[in-house]
């Protein structure tokens, strides 16, 4: 088994291996990914970056297994997503996975709490009552669990989506530019957030964005270019990052 | 900007085509209800004027007005045929005779449908409409010529026996020759048989009367001087018409029928449909028209005019309107064709030719589907125009000021008052029938869109309690499902009003026809003291030798015969339910009934004299009668007399009308037989028991049914549910339509959604589960509307029946029925849901998240 991440592969809760992604056919066709091999350790929290079109939020969708590779697989949490029907990924979704949009996507007719409870409650199940309440506390939304998203500024939304996507303490919480719809107190907020879910709870991360201040806050970096990754680093800061994407677009 | 209605359509495919099968199927029910009445006109028109082919002048007896008792035949005299004959200018004149007897085939009398079942005596080659089709004509007593249509039917060939029920029994005849009678394709349920005119004379006890005497003149002489000529010689008694004259009266006859009750009975059940699909275009374009506000932003920002705005969603419903009435037509002769099937199926045999599309038809078809669209399309629209062109920039659309909503709510209030008013007015008031059904129509057309429009404030406590138990059973999808219920509670509410109007319909029916057979159960129980009915089929007269051989049979106390005719009352127009004689011996009949008096005793009945009567108090009420108040009455035959109340009674339902001695009856009407006999039976003796005897006594006369007091019972209300059950196959196009309304509004809120499901199946809903979120939302929909429909269904049945309470009419509520009609309305929601809850199911998991 190749390991270009030089990590013990027992160590990764997700891992891609060989994904290439082409869109279309013949001469119209476009490839998003074209062989990327990549892996998560437990408790890691990863910024995915790099230009627009570089393939990222392609990368993001099948790790998530809301897309299929055209060739390679991905692995979460042991299972391969190849082997899986609709239903037992929509399961394994449901159970190892969450998720934070750009947009919070709450549903408006939901109360913030009862969003939080969805993807317990949607399986039928009881959220754990104390859990819920750390979250609330952690994401200072306590006082507003009975106010339905429409009554909620940006800033809270996102932090219910927070909420929403750890408290099935999935595996992994796959983000797709978090802060992308915030102004930057709130993003910083959030931003904050997520590490503190990494740093208390163990959570793993996995964020796509093109802000080098959130991607700063990530233990590790990943740039990708035209559907490879290019380049990747522990722990940089935001001028380090500015540089290398620079350098990426040109 | 047509070209943009057009494409508009183009790329709604389905929703347009859903909002068009809404209209399609009103405009159907529209077009077949005229298909359907012009082919009953065509055929009876063409039956008329089939039977005075060849004749120039026909003398028929005078009936001063039309009774609903045919049973009875009327004739003149037969010597009147021989003073025609001497007439100057007469060629021929021949009588004829029309008994009416029933078909015996294998010992049982062969079904009508209500149609008539006929016996001709045979007339000379000239004078004959039919035509022998196979064999010959009768010549002898025991021979006679069969309908063909009733041979094939029954499997008759020449030279079988069948029978003919007579005023004397069955008399056993012959098959010698088969005929046809013009052009009709089928006479519905008629059943013909000729004989010899002496024998059928004989058999029915009319020698020396004609039903009829056909006149043929001599060459150029103009039929209608040959008519005033004849009149010039005949009695008063006799009504003399050229042959035309006479077909133009039986089909306008008929006309009247048709357009006093099947064509406003049939067109009131599609203007329910309409009215549903009015509902179905208002949300439709209510929602699109929302949905779309940003491009009617832009339109306004690049420079379109209000009227522009307005163009291109008028233009969208007027294209919808066009090809939907265009295809309703064509289903319309489908419709017809369901119309004669559930006819037959009902047992309502009626005559057939081929099916017409009138010009006139089509065209209000092509007004009636354009109009509506249009109509409840332009709300929608003005809204559309009211758009500011900024809202192109910031997407949000423009709420409703409160000014409007204030207005709307007012508009709303109003509505449904008038429509109380016309409603209670249409029941209660005073005037002319056709005035007070209008009122009726109207104001029921006037409550529904009311109780529609304000039926968005209840949605929210009827979606929590419809939604609670959903949600204990099934959790989150249920959640969900009552949430989305309760989000656009307009929406929701006019989606449910289109059930909600099916159904009322419905219920009211049912909850009508539940009044109607109690009162008349109770009335049965409490007023008959017989134990025995004998009845007629079809109210044919029963023969004299029958109610001899019931009286004859040990065990049987009183077997006492009640004969009935019609009256005009003090030349009042009759009333065919009030205006009656019941003709029965007044000391007999304590054996059997049970008086309910209001001003009189039982002491009376021994009193009653020749021209002195016992009245109903309706009959009391309508011509303003007291005790020992005089009147006058002539008999659809001509029959006049005076009579005397001497008591008034209560009986709206058996004995309605008046009662006399069968003298009193007799000297100014021709009814001689008894359309029921009611039969005590003696204490000692078992009642099933003599009921079998009776039963058996009267096996020679086989159009006579024998019944105890229950079997009669299930008879009347047998009989009352084939109406039920016609109506209700009628109305189903009513809840097909809110079908699609219901599929409709969930496909496009689906649309609207497509960013939440996409969320729910990122975070792990299976889409099963999505399946169900929009099942659950369909049902308590349509749950809502299916309560809707009980309440406004129950109230309407209230008034009904409150306005008839004179006729001893009580609310009584199937409860069992209601609870079913609220499971169909479940059962309308889980199918109306079926392919929308496939299209969320469905959703695109990373299409629905970048939908925004």
New interface residues.
């Given amino acids: 088994m190749m390991d270009t991440n030089h990590e013990g592969r027992d160590a990764h809760v997700v891992a891609g291996h060989g994904l290439t992604k082409r869109y279309g056919e013949g001469e119209a066709a476009v490839d998003a990914l074209r062989g990327v091999d990549c892996g998560f350790a437990r408790g890691s929290f990863t910024a995915i970056m790099g230009p627009s079109g570089s393939g990222k939020s392609t990368l993001l ?1 099948i790790l998530a297994g ?2 299929r590779p055209t060739t390679g697989w991905v692995e979460i949490a042991g299972a391969r997503l190849d082997d899986l029907s ?2 037992d990924l ?2 394994l ?3 190892q ?3 934070i ?1 750009q ?1 919070y ?6 109360t913030a709490e ?1 969003n939080i409870t ?2 317990v ?4 199940g009881e959220p754990d009552v104390r859990w819920v309440e750390t979250l609330l506390e952690t994401m200072r939304i306590s006082g507003r669990r009975e106010h339905r998203p429409a009554e909620l500024s940006g800033g809270e939304q996102q932090r219910v989506a927070v909420a ?1 996507a750890l408290v099935r303490r999935p595996a992994v919480v796959f983000a797709d530019e978090p802060t992308g719809n915030l102004d930057s107190a709130a993003g910083r907020e959030i931003l904050e957030l997520l590490r503190r879910a990494v740093d208390e709870f163990g959570q793993t991360i996995v964020m796509v964005t093109h802000d080098a201040s959130a991607a700063a806050v990530a233990d590790r970096l990943l740039f990708l270019a035209d559907g490879e990754i290019v380049d990747q680093h522990q722990g940089l800061g935001v001028e380090e990052i500015l540089d290398h994407l620079k350098a990426l677009r040109q | 900007m047509t070209a943009l209605a057009v494409r508009g359509i183009a790329e709604r495919k389905l929703r347009s085509a859903l909002t068009a099968v809404a209209v399609l199927l009103g405009v159907a029910m529209i077009t077949g209800t005229y298909i359907e009445t012009d082919q009953i006109r065509n055929a009876f028109e063409d039956i008329s004027e089939q039977s005075v082919e060849g004749i120039d002048v026909i003398v028929t007896p005078d009936e001063t007005f039309t009774s609903s008792f045919t049973s009875e035949p009327t004739t003149v005299d037969a010597r009147l045929a021989g003073r025609v004959r001497g007439v100057d200018g007469v060629a021929a004149a021949e009588g004829q005779v029309t008994a009416f007897g029933r078909l015996v085939v294998d010992g049982k009398t062969v079904e009508t449908m209500g149609a008539p079942g006929l016996v001709l005596g045979a007339s000379s080659e000239r004078f004959d409409p039919s035509e022998i089709a196979a064999g010959r004509k009768p010549a002898a007593d025991n021979e006679a010529a069969l309908l063909s249509q009733n041979a094939e039917d029954n499997g008759i060939e020449l030279g079988d026996r069948i029978g003919v029920t007579t005023r004397r029994g069955v008399a056993r005849v012959t098959v010698v020759g088969l005929f046809t009678f013009g052009e009709a394709g089928s006479l519905g349920g008629t059943t013909a048989v000729e004989m010899p005119a002496a024998q059928v004379q004989r058999l029915f006890d009319l020698r020396g009367r004609f039903s009829s005497i056909s006149v043929i003149g001599e060459l150029g002489v103009d039929p209608g001087e040959l008519s005033r000529r004849i009149e010039a010689v005949l009695p008063g008694s006799a009504r003399v018409q050229t042959g035309e004259e006479n077909a133009q009266e039986s089909a306008d006859e008929i006309n009247d029928q048709i357009g006093s009750f099947l064509t406003p009975a049939l067109l009131a059940l599609a203007g329910a449909a309409v009215l549903v699909g009015a509902f179905i275009i208002f949300n439709t374009f209510s929602i699109t028209v929302t949905q779309r506000m940003r491009e009617f932003a832009m339109l306004r920002a690049l420079g379109a005019t209000r009227r522009q705005v307005l163009g291109v969603v008028t233009g969208e419903a007027l294209l919808v309107g066009i090809i939907a009435s265009a295809a309703g037509i064509g289903a319309g002769v489908g419709f017809a064709k369901l119309l004669n099937a559930l006819f037959d199926a009902v047992g309502f045999g009626i005559p057939q030719t081929g099916l017409v599309v009138a010009p006139r038809t089509i065209v209000i078809a092509l007004v009636v589907g354009v109009g509506v669209t249009l109509a409840a399309a332009m709300v929608p629209a003005l809204r559309a125009t009211r758009v500011p062109p900024v809202a192109a920039m910031s997407g949000v659309p423009p709420r409703a000021s409160a000014r409007s909503r204030r207005l709307a709510a007012i508009l709303t209030a109003v509505l449904a008052a008038a429509g109380a008013a016309l409603t209670v007015q249409g029941l209660f008031g005073s005037g002319p029938a056709t005035s007070k059904l209008g009122a009726l129509a109207g104001g029921a057309i006037f409550l529904f869109v009311g109780i529609a429009l304000s039926a968005r404030y209840v949605v929210r406590p009827l979606a929590a309690v419809i939604g609670y138990p959903i949600e204990r059973a099934f ?3 249920g ?2 499902a009552r ?2 219920a ?2 656009n509670p307009g929406r929701t509410a006019i989606t449910s009003a289109a059930l909600m109007v099916g159904l009322a319909l419905v219920v009211f029916v049912a909850v009508f026809a539940a009044a109607l057979k109690s009162s008349i159960g109770r009335q049965v129980d409490e007023l008959i003291r017989a134990e025995i009915f004998v009845t007629g089929e079809d109210f044919q007269a029963i023969p004299a030798g029958a109610v001899k051989a019931a009286a004859n049979v040990p065990g049987v106390e009183a077997a006492v015969p009640t004969l009935f005719d019609q009256l005009e009352v003090n030349a009042e127009k009759s009333n065919v339910v009030t205006d009656l004689l019941v003709g029965v011996d007044p000391s007999r009949l304590p054996a059997v009934y049970t008086f309910e008096w209001v001003d009189g005793d039982d002491s009376l009945l021994g009193e009653l004299g020749r021209g002195q009567t016992l009245i109903e108090e309706q009959f009391a009420n309508a011509h303003d009668l007291g005790v020992g108040d005089t009147y006058r009455v002539e008999s659809p035959s001509g029959g006049r007399a005076k009579l005397r109340a001497l008591g008034i009674y209560r009986d709206p339902t058996i004995l309605q009308g008046s009662i006399a001695s069968p003298a009193t009856l007799s000297s100014f009407s021709p009814a001689r037989d008894p359309i029921f006999v009611l039969v005590a039976v003696s204490d000692s003796a078992d009642a099933a028991q003599v009921e079998a005897e009776v039963t058996k006594a009267l096996g020679r006369f086989p159009s006579v049914t024998v019944e105890s007091r229950a079997e009669y019972q299930e008879t009347i209300e047998s009989r009352l549910d084939q109406i039920v059950y016609l109506l209700y196959a009628l109305l189903a196009m009513s809840l097909v339509i809110s079908l699609f309304g219901i599929a409709n509004s969930l496909f496009l809120s689906i649309h609207e959604r497509t ?2 499901l ?10 099963g ?1 999505l399946r169900r979120v929009i099942r659950y939302e369909s049902v308590i929909t349509s749950v809502i509307g299916g309560l809707l429909g009980t309440v406004v269904g129950v109230g309407f049945a209230w008034l009904g029946i409150e306005s008839l309470s004179e006729f001893g009419f009580g609310l009584s509520i199937p409860v069992g029925q209601l609870l079913a009609f609220l499971a169909l309305s479940v059962v309308v929601g889980v199918v109306g849901a079926i392919a929308p809850a496939r299209r969320a199911s469905r959703v695109d ?2 299409d629905a ?1 970048h939908y ?1």
């Fill in positions: 969708h809301l897309e609709d239903h929509t399961l979704r449901r159970h996975v969450g998720f949009f947009s996507n709450l549903l408006p007719v939901l009862e969805l993807p409650t949607i399986g039928g929403r | 959790g989150t999808p959640r969900l949430e989305n309760e989000r960013g939440e996409g969320v729910l199946r990122a975070i792990g809903a299976t889409r589960q998991v990373l998240l925004e």
